[in-house]
C-alpha cells in the first residue's frame, strides 16, 4: 500500500523531490459539466451563432487558469504548459428538462510531472465562468462532477476512466 | 425575462458598471465534494487527528484561491473579502462504500457586488487540493456537485437552495 | 511648475500618500490601434461573424489586464474597478491599403485615485493579444500609438483629448 | 494562404500544441516609444544623472512584465526567459518640439516558441509605467508606435524589420 | 488571556470576519537591514550617486510586494494601499567592519484592518532584492532582523517598539 | 575583482543572460528564525499537536512563495522548481526566556541558475506568516536573521555557511 508522498516527516506538508525523474511527454483530459434551466440554455447557444459568446469568454478563462495551476495548488509543480485545449458539448433531454453543458480540457506537455491537475483545473474555472456569466438568471446551476478521463505519460502510464 | 447584463452592444463580453450599486454586507456560502475510496479515507481522517493534515492544506488553499477569484473569472469584479471560512465534515456510509469529503466556503464582503463566486471559486480549489494531495493514491476520484447553498444581501436579496 | 510626486526624498520612488483624497467617481477612456495587412483583416472579420473571434479572446484579455493594472505599475494604487468596457471599431481604406483595428477600453471606478493607467493597460494588453494570435501570419503588424481619450473625476478634473 | 492556428475546430480559441516543437535559443527584439514635452523631458532627463530615475523604475517594471506575459497574454505559452534587457535612447529635436524616448527590449531563451510576445510586453509596460510617473504633469503623452524589430530562432528563423 | 483568532471551531485556519471593524487611516512602519562585506557596500554605494542602482530596483521591488501582501500571506486580508514608502539608511563602522543597510518601510491605508504585514513584507523583499543583486560577490550577506517599528490606527491603537 | 552582472551598459539593472549555461542539479537551503514570547511559544506548540496549527498554515505559505519568487524578485529567472521542504525547530531556554522557532527551507530544481533566492523567499514568507497568525499576540515578535545555510549545483560550486 503506497503512502502520501505530500508529507515530510514532521508531518507537514511539502512539495516532493522530482528531480529524478525525467521529462516525457504527459497527456491529461478532464470533464466537468455545468447544469442549467431551458433559459439560460437558449440564450448560450443563441449568443454561440451570433458573436457574442459565453463559451467564448469561459473557454480563454479555462487557458489561462491551467497555466496558473501552481500558483492555485500548493503542491503543485510548476510546468511549462505545451498545450491546452476546451471543448464544449451539450446534452440536452427536453422531456426530462436537462440542460447539460459539458467541458473537457485536454492539456498537455513534456516535463517531470503529470498534468492532471492543469485539467482540472481548466474544466473547473471554465465552469465557474460560465456559472458567473449567467448567475443573474438563476442561482440553481450546478457545476460537475468533475474528474479525470484520462492521462498517458510518466511512471504511473495509462490512465482510462471507465464509463460512468 | 432579464437579459445577460455581461455583453455590450457589439456582443462582447464586458464588466457590467456597478458604480451605482451600494456597499452592504454580503454572505454567500458554496458546497462541493470529494468522493474518494476507503483507503484514502482512512489516510486522510488519520492524518487529521495527528499534525499533518490534507484537510489543513486544502483549506489554505481554497482560502488563498477567494482572493484570487477576480484574477482567475474574467468577468468578476474586484472585491475586498473580509471574512472567509471553509468547513469539512465527512459523509460516510460503509455498506455503499461511498466516502464523501463535505466542504463548505462562506465568504464575506462588504462591497457593491456578490460575493458567489468567491465561494464556489474556494470550495472549488480546495476539492482540487484534496485531490492532488490523493492523486498518487487513486485518480479516480471525483469532484462536486459544486453549487451555491445561500446568498444575503445586494438587491436580488436572500437565496437559499432547497435541499437537492 | 508642479514636480514629480513619485519620489521620496532620497531621491527613490516610492507609491504617493493618497489618503486624504476622497472617493469620488472615476472614468477613463484610452484608445490604440492594430494596424495589419489585408489578408489578417479579413481573417479576423470574417471569425466575427462565426463563432471563433481574436476579438473576442483579445477582451477578454484587455478586461483582464485592467484588474492587473497595479500588479503592472510599480507606482500604481490598487483600486476596485467597477467597470470596464472595450469596443472595437475598423478603419479601413483599400486604396492605401490601411487595415487598422481602432480599440477603445473604457474603465469605471469610486475611488481615491484616477483610472487612466487601468484604461490604457487594457487597451494596450487588448492589442497585444491581437497581435499574439495573427503573428503567425506576419510579424509587421504595429501596435499604437496609445493615449488617453477622456477622463473625468478627482482634484485635476475633466480632460479630453483634441482630435490628433 | 496558412490559417489561424489559435482556434482549434469548434471555432474557439486554444493554446496550440508545441509539443512537437525543439528547443532552441530564440531572441526577440520589440521597441515602442514615449512622446512627451519638453517639460517632462527635462526632467527626466535631470533625474537621470542624479540618484532618483524615472527610468529606472520603468526598465523593472519592463522586466518584471516580461516574466508575466503568459499571464497577460491567454495564448501565449509559459516559457522560462533567459535573459532580458531594456535601453533607453532620446530622439530629441528642439525646432519640432519632439521629445521622444525611444525603449528597446530584447528577450532570450532557449525553448520550444519565440519571445516575440515577451519583447512587446516588456516595452509596453515599461512605457506604461513612464506614463504613470509623469501623468500628473501632462495626461497628453503618446505612447508607441509599438513593433517586432528582430526576432532569431525558431522554424520560422529570422526576422528582421525594415527601417519604417 | 486572548485566543488566536485564525482558527475556526474545527481548529482549521480561517480568514478572520472583519465587516464589523470600521475605516480608520492605519500606517505601519518596519524595519530590516542587509549586512554585507565592504566590498558589497563600497560597489551599492558607488552606484548609488551614479545612474544605476542597486537600491532603486531592491525600492521598486519592496513596494511592489506590498501591493502582494493578501497574496503571499494566506490569512492576510487585501486592502487597498494608499502609501508605500521605503527609506535606505546606512550604519557603517569601518574598525568592526560592519557594513549595514537599513531599510525602513512605511504603508498607509484607509481600511479595515493594519498593514503591519504589508509594512514588514515591503521591507523582507526589499532586502531579498539586495541579496539577489549582490549574491555573485558573497552569498554570505545576512538579512534582518526585521521587526515592526510603530504602527497607528484601529482597536489595538498605537504601537512604538522600544528600542533595541 | 569581480562585478555586478545585474547591470547594463547604461548602468540600468536588467536580467542576465543564462542562455549558455548548463542545467544542472541545484539545490539551496535557507535559513531564518522567528523570537516570540512564552505565550505564543506554548500556543503554537500546543496547537502542533492538535488539529490546527500555525506551521501547517505557514509551511504552505512557505512553500508558495517559492513558487512565486520569480515574480516577487525583479531580477531573478524564472525556474521549474523540482522540490520544495520546509522544516522546524525549535530553540527554547526558559532561564533567558528565549522562545525561538527556527524555519530552515530547502528548494531543489534542474536549471541553469541556483535556487538560493526561492530558498530564502520561502523561508522570509514562512516566517511572516507565523507573525501574521500570531501578532494580535504581540507585536514584539523579531524575524531573522535570514541568511543562506548551503548550495550545490552551478558553476559557483558547493556553498556551506561556516556556523554563525
Redesign the interface.
Known sequence: ????????E??????????EKTDT?RTAVAR?SV?MNK?IYE?ISN???????????A???G??????T???????????????????AWDVEEQTSRYQLLITATV?????TGV??EA??AA??CA??V???????D??????????VE?TGGK?GH?R?EDK
Do not use: W
Not at 63 to 68: F, L, P, V
Not at 131 to 137: I, N, T, V
Open positions: 500500500m503506497s503512502s502520501f508522498t505530500h508529507f515530510n514532521q508531518g507537514h506538508a511539502k512539495m516532493v523531490d522530482i528531480t511527454v466537468t447544469m433559459e440564450k449568443r454561440a451563432i451570433q458573436k457574442g459568446d459565453v463559451l467564448a469568454v473557454q480563454v478563462a487557458i489561462m487558469a491551467a497555466k496558473k501552481a500558483d492555485l495548488i500548493p503542491m503543485c509543480h510548476p510546468l511549462m504548459l505545451r498545450g491546452v485545449d476546451i471543448q464544449f498537455k506537455t513534456k516535463g517531470s492532471e491537475m482540472l483545473t473547473s474555472v465557474l465562468t456559472y458567473d456569466m449567467c448567475k443573474a438568471l442561482k440553481g446551476i450546478i457545476i460537475g462532477p468533475t474528474y479525470l492521462k504511473s490512465f476512466r
